[in-house]
């Protein structure tokens, strides 16, 4: 179980409490959503459960990697290596079904936003993680590569028991990829 437990947060020592006490559990295998207001804390979340910060008070706990895949992918890869060499970093057996050959040579800005997206979750799944944290990662894609994305996620998932949340503002792509959402206010 990834279980985060009474979670106190705030990015500076003067600056107001992002998160005051929460407490959040995802089994292998199920699907969360996060829903809640703009500046609620949902990325800063992301962030502490993926380890890239630390919470203030409370505890995170985990039995397995967990990664995060955020919304704009173009921001975590190097802009000089090509699709081949930025997926070697995180594996060997790459998802044929996310990733077309005929990217591998391509550099990250030669890609369509969609495109890039799916090699983004195919690093994160290369990782063989337990749990991913999917920040807003369709925000900005039309409907049908949304729709591609998440059935990928979703199927990856359930093959593999691993365990999703799934932060969006879409309300209705939170109810058909998720079985349960805590919201955050
Ligand atoms: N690196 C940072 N330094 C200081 N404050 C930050 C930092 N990142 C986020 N914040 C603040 O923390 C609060 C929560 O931000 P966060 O991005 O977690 O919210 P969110 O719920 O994901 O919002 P949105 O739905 O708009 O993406 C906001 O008030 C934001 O301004």
Redesign the pocket.
Known sequence: MLSAEGLWFR??KR?PW?LEDLSLTIEPGERVGLC??????????GRLLAGYRKPSRGAITSDGPVQLVMQHPERTMNPHWRIRDVLAEAGSTVDEALVEPHWLDRFPHELSGGELQRVNLARALLAEPRYVIAD?ISASLDAITQAQLWHHLVEYAEAHGVGVLA?S?DQDLIAKVTQRTHR?E
């Open positions: 990015y500076h600056a992002i809640g207001p703009s500046g609620a804390g949902k990325s800063t979340i807003e932060i503002h955050v």
